[in-house]
């Protein structure tokens, strides 16, 4: 069982290069199945979910090759020979769903095995399978050797108006991609608008698609016949940026955040102003320092965007553990997004909380403790945890924070933590 072995090392101080976005390559990638052309994407970070993503292609028919060294990887699918995601590819990474729209869109079948739900919530797929229906997708679901498949398929795609009962980013996304090559034009109401919508909408563009809209709750998409390869760099990790964001003020230190984009972070700069760091925002950089200062609690409620992301709850819930006061979390976006408490509470935290709201009381002295991560971010919240705490913390199935974060022992060792890895 891999962990991670942290102790407080005091402030930490200096600069980290920010990744590619893992949220916003993984569309990316399956979008490059709507062409039999080359599509090269950058800036490409090398994760496990990205590897997941590799095989899953390649097992569809793709050539895909992925530098790890240049952050670049090539995919073209010429012919496709399987459609869709098996059951290993599929219970390995839940994401593993974006193939269908593509697959609809370019061959007008496709058989995903469904992973089960997961640690934070059920994660259902009903408004993606709504929206394909609405385009003349006819869906049947299966369940065979234990597992659940969804099975799909269409003569012609026919485009129309969907309304998304909640602004679903998968769901958007998969919507999106079997919109591009229907017949005649479709509108996504109430669509997700994060900024990896806006990254796979410039793509798609880019392979010759007429999308309109992204980034509002509003996306058109005129369908067209064919789309060609393309080459593309993936906008930086939002999510990535703001989990160093916390690094920095958790320890009372300061860090140069390099390639972040200070406009996808805007509700954590907010949050982190009203406790007391401060926040420069620079073109193509963000600067957090907290040295010296006394932050105060404050209160969060997770929203889709530009509301303050769900990803962020548990790297902030530790923020909050050693600021002045006492602070509340309120999680509107997964159901079950609270597994890190009991760990946090290990560690000396004083959190109270129901389904859906906790409160922190704040000002607490963490101290180290031997605990597990319960999801990436969950993850990166312990560790965040184990920076600011007396002694040592063991931080257990770390597996699920290489899913998400390159290189995350060496940037964090690079400003001055004291982490290690351990097989
Ligand atoms: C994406 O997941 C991200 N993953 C998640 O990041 C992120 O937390 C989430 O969006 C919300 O921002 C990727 O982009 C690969 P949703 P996704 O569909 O698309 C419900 C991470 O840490 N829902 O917006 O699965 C669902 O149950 C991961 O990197 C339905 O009810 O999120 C959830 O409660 C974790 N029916 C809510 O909507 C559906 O058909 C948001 O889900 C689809 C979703």
């Not at 079948?109 to 640690?119: E, F, Q, V, W």
């Not at 009962?165 to 608008?193: R, W």
């Not at 004083?350 to 002295?365: C, E, F, L, M, P």
């Not at 600011?388 to 597996?399: K, L």
Request: charged fraction near 25%; proline fraction near 3%.
């Amino acid at each position: 069982m891999s962990k991670y072995i942290v102790r407080n090392n005091g402030p930490l101080k200096g600069q980290i290069n920010i990744s590619g976005s893992k949220n916003a390559v993984l569309p990316l990638m399956a979008a490059s199945l709507l062409t039999s052309e080359k599509c090269e994407i950058y800036d490409t970070p090398a994760l496990r979910d990205v590897d997941v993503m590799c095989s899953i292609l390649r097992r569809i028919g793709g050539n895909v090759q992925f530098d790890k060294e240049s952050n670049c990887v090539e995919i073209e699918t010429q012919e496709i020979i399987y459609n869709g995601a098996d059951t290993e590819l599929a219970s390995r990474m839940r994401a593993s769903i974006l193939v269908m729209g593509p697959l609809l869109a370019r061959t007008g079948r496709a058989t995903i095995a469904l992973p089960g739900g997961c640690a934070i919530g059920a994660r259902p797929i009903d408004l993606h399978l709504k929206g394909f229906e609405a385009m003349g997708v006819k869906i049947w679901e299966k369940h065979q050797d234990g597992f659940d498949y969804v099975e799909a398929e269409v003569d012609k795609l026919k485009g129309c108006d969907i309304y998304l009962d909640f602004p679903s980013v998968g769901a958007t996304e998969n919507l999106m991609t079997t919109a591009v090559l229907a017949e005649g034009i479709t509108t996504i109401q109430n669509a997700a608008e994060e900024p990896e919508i806006v990254d796979l909408a410039n793509f798609l563009n880019k392979m010759g698609a007429r999308v309109k809209g992204a980034g509002t709750d509003t996306i058109r998409i005129e369908g067209v016949k064919t789309l060609h390869g393309t080459r593309h760099n993936v906008i930086p990790d939002r999510i990535e940026t703001g989990t160093f964001m916390l690094a920095a003020a958790i320890t009372r230190g300061s860090i140069r955040l390099n390639n972040a984009v200070a406009s996808h972070v805007k509700p954590l700069t907010a949050k982190l102003r009203e406790c007391g760091a401060e926040v420069v925002e620079e073109d193509d950089a963000i600067i957090v320092n907290a040295e010296g200062k006394k932050l105060v609690s404050t209160n969060l409620k997770t929203l889709p965007y530009p509301g303050f992301p769900t990803d962020l709850q548990s790297p902030f819930m530790s923020l909050l553990i050693t600021t002045e006061g006492r602070g509340t979390v309120i999680e509107t976006v997964f159901e079950n997004r609270f597994m890190h408490i009991a760990e946090l509470q290990k560690m000396g935290a004083q959190i109270d909380y129901s389904d859906r709201k906790a409160v922190i009381t704040g000002n607490k002295n963490l101290r180290g403790a031997a605990v597990k991560a319960t999801d990436l971010r969950a993850g990166a919240a312990l560790v965040l945890a184990g920076l600011a705490a007396e002694g040592t913390t063991q931080v257990e199935q770390v597996y699920y924070i290489e899913r998400g974060y390159e290189n995350f022992v060496e940037k964090m060792s690079s400003v001055g933590a004291d982490i290690e890895y351990i097989e």
